[in-house]
């Protein structure tokens, strides 16, 4: 039943890190998505130096044209530098992928900490986090965006907000196995206090699988915001982000579908590779994993 | 076993009254005059008035609550700012589209996704695997409306099989309906399919290991029985719970979805109530999507007991 081993060591070093305890040797997988998010998010940053022109200049002369020597991907509607507008766009939709990650495993951590330990609070605060669930995360984004304007900050808050439920679970379920062992016995025996025990005896096991979510929550993240904008209710219009340029494209996506393609194709580059470091991470970051592949 | 299926329903209470809390503060809480917001920069002060009244935002905050939750329990989703007309009509005229498409993807995607997920897991390892892993990490990653604009662009534009955009209702026209649906349906599946193809290899995985899988085996069970009838019935239950969790990503995919193909269901409603700010319908249409999330996965809940018999609460 198990196949020929040869070819599969293969196909692994191509997809990754599958078997990666003995020697830790990463695949290409990984390496490849780490270069790749390593050249976009430098460019995000650099974009102010290195692209070739403004990315908010309009010229009408110069309304949708293909590629060519000036402008490598062309022209957009309003005549601007598609490639200047792509790169640019990234450095607000990694920001609000990354801003979201952050906060909502902060607040996420707090408030599974919390409710892991003390039962009392467990209860109301799980019924909330279940109710918080029950609801689309897009619909809950796009109402609190419509609701409190378009700027990037309510966007990451309408991002975030949805997220944090999960990240709850995900600590509370840490701190509920964790809370039973000798150690946090120990602690409480020698009255330590109760943030001491929160913070230096359970919050330490939540590290490795907050890791793992935050890429996952980074990554979905950067999609969400694609969405808002791609519905009108993302940040406002005039600010580019792999969202808005893919918005902006699609009145004239019959005529010229590479305005959706190529934020589309950055957007998913990057997307896929924070997912494959995620899973990576994960594969090494998860014992249980390990044995189980082993 | 009775008892655990009653605590279980009545467990749906707290989570839907919480839920309907949230909505209802979404907009009072809101910094800022709601009836401004909802009016937009351009109202006049009788529109203002107009909103006010119709949204009973005068009153003190309890009373409002009390007053609206006391319309929904007898059905009355409020009255659209806009259209001024009762917003339950606006979902039944426009929720059959949505529904449509929605049983056919997920039909769709379980038939394509377990299938997926038990060869994967079954041929662990080899080409089979990596091709469905690969798949499912790009489903993850690529937005469903550039997925819905590449099959428009390969499938209507460059092949010319199917209509660009649009809907017909399967009553009237079968044909017509299939042709627009299966765009919008695959677009919709990619995600979905991802999602459960994942989660079926992973739980077939752990099942696969396990003893009794070996001795039927060694049995000489065939082994189409030992994958599909041992196997996959013991890896039920996670699969299951993935399909039910997975519903809210699917409404979120059907919002963007029916924008993209041109489909008046009531995702397009929603988007467009939203970007009028026609805060009953909005307030209507999360009620209804979070109800659906809760009562489908109860259904679920409830459903382990038929696929585990191991399962007596």
């Known amino acids: 039943m198990q196949a020929d081993p040869q070819p599969a060591s293969r196909m692994q070093w191509l997809f990754g890190a599958i078997a990666l305890p003995a020697g830790w040797r990463l695949g290409a997988g990984p390496i490849v998505a780490a270069l790749v998010l390593v050249v976009i998010v430098a460019s995000a940053l650099l974009a102010p130096l290195i692209v070739p022109h403004d990315p908010m200049t309009m010229d009408a002369v110069q309304r949708l044209k293909g590629p060519s020597e000036m402008y490598p991907l062309g022209t957009d509607a309003y005549g601007r530098d598609v490639l200047s507008r792509v790169v640019t766009g990234g450095r607000i939709s990694l920001l609000i992928g990354i801003g979201a990650a952050v906060v909502s495993v902060l607040i996420g951590l707090l408030i599974g900490l919390v409710s892991g330990f003390f039962r009392t609070a467990d209860a109301i605060i799980m019924r909330i986090m279940d109710s918080l669930m029950a609801i689309p995360s897009i619909l809950l984004a796009i109402a609190l965006v419509a609701l409190n304007g378009p700027s990037i900050w309510s966007v990451m808050a309408a991002i975030t907000i949805p997220e944090i439920p999960r990240v709850v679970r995900l600590v509370r379920s840490v701190v509920l196995s964790a809370r039973e062992e000798p150690y946090v016995e120990a602690a409480i025996a020698l009255g330590s206090s109760m943030p001491k025990i929160l913070w230096q005896h359970l919050m330490p096991n939540t590290l490795a699988p907050l890791t793992v979510q935050g890429t996952y929550i980074c990554a979905s993240a950067i999609l969400t915001e694609a969405i808002l904008s791609f519905l009108g209710a993302g940040v406002s219009t005039e600010i580019p982000t792999w969202g808005n340029i893919m918005a902006e494209g699609r009145v004239y996506f019959q005529l010229k579908p590479s305005l959706i393609f190529w934020p589309g194709l950055m957007l998913s580059l990057c997307i896929l590779s924070i997912n494959l470091l995620g899973d990576t991470a994960r594969d090494v970051l998860d014992p249980r994993l390990k044995k189980r592949e082993a | ?313």
């Open chain 2, 1 to 313: 076993m009775l008892g655990y299926i009653l605590r279980r329903i009545l467990a749906v209470i707290p989570v839907m009254i919480i839920v309907a809390v949230f909505v209802f503060l979404l907009l009072r809480l809101t910094p800022g005059d709601p009836a401004a917001i909802i009016a937009g920069d351009m109202a006049t002060p009788a529109q203002l008035e107009r909103i006010r009244t119709s949204l009973g935002l005068s009153e003190p905050l309890h009373i409002q609550f009390v007053t609206w939750v006391g319309l929904l329990l007898q059905g009355d989703l409020g009255t659209s700012l806009i259209s001024n007309t009762p917003v339950t009509t606006m979902i039944g005229q426009r929720i059959w589209p949505t529904i449509n498409i929605a049983v056919m993807t997920i039909l769709l995607s379980v038939a394509i996704a377990v299938p997926m997920g038990v060869l994967a897991a079954w041929r662990h390892r080899t080409w089979a695997d990596y091709a469905v892993m690969s798949f499912s990490v790009l489903g993850f990653s690529i937005p469903v409306f550039v997925i819905g604009y590449i099959f428009i662009q390969v499938f209507s534009i460059e092949l010319r099989w199917l209509p660009v955009q649009g809907y017909a209702a399967p009553s009237d026209d079968f044909g017509r309906f299939l042709a627009r649906a299966i765009l919008p349906c695959l677009t919709l599946a990619t995600i979905y399919v991802a999602l459960i193809a994942r989660m079926t290899r992973a739980s077939m995985l752990e099942v696969l290991g396990e003893d009794y899988i070996r001795t039927a085996r060694a049995k000489g069970v065939a082994e189409r029985i030992v994958l599909f009838r041992h196997a996959l019935r013991n890896a039920a239950v996670p699969i299951m719970t993935i399909i039910g969790t997975g519903f809210a990503l699917l409404i979120g995919g059907v919002v963007v979805t029916e924008s993209v193909f041109n489909i008046p269901g009531i995702g397009r409603l929603t988007v467009d109530a939203i970007l009028a700010r026609d805060y009953p319908v909005i307030q209507a249409m999360i009620l209804l999507t979070s109800g659906l999330y809760v009562f489908i996965n109860l259904l679920i809940d409830l459903s382990y007991t038929l696929f585990d018999p191991r399962i007596r609460y």
